[in-house]
């Protein structure tokens, strides 16, 4: 019915055309009519590549003036690598001139290898090459745009400043031989091509943030640029020779590294001994490392629960990195006060906000980077205190894009009026508002004489069986619950207050009781893309056994929990909690035969936290976008993953 | 009873005449007279709703007409029979007599559909502001009259995609008269194809009957069977072609009762499950079960008088869910079930 189907129809119908494809120029109507429209129609020469689902409709208005500002001081921008290293030596040549003599083959051929890509990257919009790099080349566009005289800067700079993240802790394969060429060539630069170089670097790191680069690459940043700061040039050969012993180890590292910078930070791989002490250095929890671990989760951290929380309430007085409210909120994760998916974003975002309130800029810095700099190190902190979820990472991808979004331009208390609303914005529309639209669109889903099994407590599906009975539906429920945390008593306490018929059952009996039933209502911790359901450990049985009985089973997910990463098991990625809380049953003193289980060699215990339940038991995920099948959550993340830019 | 105006109409087309699609035909007009005299008590602006359904009814009673198209007309008539002054009145109008027809026949999924699908096109477009009131108006117009081009070439279309998978000496079960698949059938023997048809009778609109009748014409092979029969020849099949009432957001399909059993035979014996269904048809629904529909209700006429204490299961439809589909053909391309919800989220969202 749209315009964009009659246009359609012309083109050859053996070929479907999905996505991106060259098509007529726009008509006017088009433009404005249809926010997707824009994503299909601008042409891209290599759009194939599934990487390239990043932000497409930023492509179309950058393309332009920068493919003619790319042809000034370079030839031909828009070839690609067969031209670009002729123009890129050339171009390279005229910055090089009072920059090292002695630059060697392999760091010109690094450099013009790096330079072409980024030529390759501004001109064509493709994606990055071998990192895996999520920054798009079209949004560092407009960042060189408007510095027209700098970018033979900017683009030779890119490279060299992004391997700064690598800098730090974290290296790209690719980019630390930037990184190792780029050190000898600053040294050489005089003051003011520094401050130059830095002025550019600032703009793109701008618009490289305004995608969300991950916790690492930042806060890997934030740690060279203090370190940078903090030495002096004559200093600066050691800090390239530190840099260099740290690329080298960087280098047989580099691969898990790699996979890092495509990967948020929840995900570091805790078997990696150096990774982690390094980490341990930094970190305000000091945890001790459980005894007697899993060998098959070594990856995963483990630490000691319960003798840390003392020593931090204590140390609550003598914060000097810290904020108190986000020192507090660590501390009631770390003690199990607050759980589940949206408390927890909740409770961190309005700790952020606090934060974001009583912070003011130090002289000499910038807010945006700064206090991207801090709520990096306060994530690490809460991190530190309990994983983060799925949730939370989004948003604090989201909170960075939007500091990093701040323009230079508007004063401090303006920039932290506008942070504190966005935070305020982001939690009603996508948490509570999308609560409302779910729970809409569930009780739809609830018939008279239904039964109703969920499992544990899951907010949003709290609510949805609240409304149905406000709505005066008849049903019942059954609650299946499991150890340790007994979740489910919770709910069930909540629901029979109401006035709600419930059942309450174990999961062992989850095969018995599951005859009844005629719908299971699930929550998740988040979905993945391949329409995976990541949630409580024991979900993926209830849904197993729900679908060998033919029972639909209907996920209840808010769209902001959605990720694009794809799991295929509950081992890679999961989180393990403490093992005493299996050893011991509450209020049953008499079972006492796991008393010094740590002792025992032959003895581990696991105690996981989530797991993953494949799309094939699910029937249906409702979300505030509507009831979707598991199979469209990635067009849900592609169309509106990158919509929180556009608030 | 209720009954289902649509499946009452599909029976019309099909032209075969029953008793008590006589009776029942009797019914429904007299059941129109009712409900227009009461709109029409209604109030001024009740008396476009009424004319509205007359519109619609008047436009779907033309067999070849897709039922979103007839839908489409009828708003187009409103479009052209409105007084209103600026682009908010039209629309709060156009909404209106969307509404009343939705809620008229509440069983027809692609007439909800096609409304829907043209409210939406009106909201989105409504707000440009380079338009006079009356140009908005007649694009409107001209847009509504498009539809029914773009329907009609739309099964022009679908004919094409699916000429691949017809090859010579393929025996094809097809399940009930929809028009896209005659269509699909029409071209291939066009195009000197050499294959075979299995139809079943349909019962109880009995509409294979005039499938046979249609393919007897074009001279190709056609064999009647008993609904009953499926299983029994389904070995004898390369595939089976249905048309499609919905098609819903979970990649299935609403279609005539039947086709569930012969998807569900069909899967167990490997032979795939084609469906032809036109771009429009997609529905924003997600039915979990087969009781998860609203009641679409169409009398059987069993020819013998059945005592009243027993009970007559008169669901016209059914659902058939997309595990047991192989391919979707529509005007957008040769499609899998999942590629539905992705069409959908990006139309109405």
Known sequence: MDSRRSSRAVIDPKVRQVGFFTSAPLPPDRTQSDP????????????????????????PPPRHPSDSLLRLPHSPSDAFPPPSPTTTTTSLGDFSDDVTAASSPPPAAARVRGRGSSVKQQGAASSFPGGGFEVPPSVKAPS??????????????????????????????????????????????????????????????????????????????????????????????????????????????SVEKDRKKDVPHPRMQYDDKSRVQKLKKRSVVKPTEARNRVELFRHLPQYEHGTQLPVLQSKFFQLDTLHPAVY????????????????????MLQAFQEAIRDYST????????????????????????????????????????????????????????TLHSDIERFINEKIILADRVIVKHAVTKIRDGDVLLTYGSSSAVEMILQHAHELGKQFRVVIVDSRPKHEGKLLLRRLVRKGLSCTYTHINAI???????????????????????????????????????????????????????????????????????ISKVP?????????????????????????????????????????????SVPVIVREYGRGQLWI | MSMSAYYQTRAAHHGVVTSDWLAQSQEAATRAVVTGGQEIVDGGKSGRAFSVIDEFNNWRKQPDLAEAVAAIRALAAVIRNSEAKTMMELEIELKKASDSLKSWDTTSISLTAGCDLFMRYVTRTSALEYEDFNSARS????????????????????????????????????????????????????????????????????????????????????????????????????????????????????NMMGTYQIALVAHSMNKPVYVAAESYKFARLYPLDQKDMGPALRPIDFGVPIPSKVEVETSARDYTPPQYLTLLFTDLGVLTPSVVSDELIQLYL
């Open chain 1, 36 to 59: 997707p429209d824009p994503i299909r129609s601008p042409p891209l020469a290599d759009a194939s590549s599934p990487g390239n689902s990043l932000s497409p409709v930023m492509i």
């Open chain 1, 144 to 253: 060189s745009v408007p510095a027209s005289g700098l970018t033979t800067v900017s683009v030779v700079k890119l490279p060299p400043g992004i391997s700064e993240n690598a800098g730090g802790s974290v290296s790209v394969e690719v980019q630390s031989d930037r990184a190792l060429n780029s050190k000898p060539l600053k040294e050489k630069t005089s003051k003011a091509e520094r401050r130059a170089i830095q002025e550019a670097q600032r703009a793109a790191k701008a618009a490289a943030k305004a995608e969300g680069i991950k916790t690492p690459a930042v806060t890997a940043l934030a740690n060279a640029k203090s370190a940078k700061s903090t030495k002096p040039s004559p200093q600066r050969n050691d800090s390239a020779v530190v840099v260099a012993a740290s690329e080298k180890k960087g280098g047989d590292r």
């Open chain 1, 587 to 631: 209020g049953r003193e008499d079972i006492n035969h796991l008393d010094g289980w740590d002792k025992s060699e032959n003895l581990q215990l696991l105690n996981l936290i989530y797991d993953a339940t494949p799309s094939d038991y699910v029937s249906l995920i409702i979300t505030d976008y509507g009831m979707i099948p598991p199979t």
């Open chain 1, 362 to 417: 130090p002289p000499a810095k910038t807010l945006s980077r700064d206090l991207t700099a801090k709520i990096s190190s306060y994530v690490s902190f809460l991190i530190d205190c309990r994983p983060l979820s799925v949730s939370m990472g989004n948003a604090i991808r989201f909170l960075k894009s939007q500091i990093a979004k701040i323009p230079i331009s508007l004063s401090e208390s303006e920039a932290k009026a």
């Open chain 1, 328 to 347: 507090k909120v660590g501390l009631q994760y770390l003690s199990g006060d607050i759980c589940g998916g949206n408390a927890r974003c909740i409770a």
């Open chain 2, 139 to 254: 694009r409107l117009i001209e847009r509504a009259e498009k539809f029914g081009e773009i329907s009609y070439k739309a099964r022009k279309i679908i004919a094409m995609l699916s000429q691949d998978f017809i090859f010579d000496g393929c025996t094809i079960l097809v399940h009930g008269f929809s028009r896209v698949v005659m269509e699909v059938l029409k071209m291939a023997a066009q195009n000197k194809k050499l294959f075979r048809v299995l139809c079943t009778e349909g019962r109880p609109d009995r509409s294979g009957l005039r499938l046979a009748n249609e393919l007897a014409k074009l001279d190709v092979p056609v064999k009647l069977l008993i609904d009953s029969a499926v299983a029994y020849t389904m070995d004898e099949v390369d595939m089976v072609f249905v048309g499609a009432d919905g098609v819903v957001e979970s990649g299935g399909i609403i």
């Open chain 1, 511 to 581: 095969s018995y009781i599951m005859h009844e039933v005629t719908r299971v209502f699930l929550g998740a911790s988040s979905v993945l893309s391949n329409g995976t359901v990541y949630s409580r450990v024991g979900t993926a049985c209830v849904a197993m056994v729900a679908y060998g009985f033919h029972i639909p089973v209907l996920v209840c997910c808010e769209a902001y929990k959605f990720h694009e990463r794809v799991q295929l098991d509950s081992i890679c990625s999961n989180e393990l909690g403490d093992p005493d809380s």
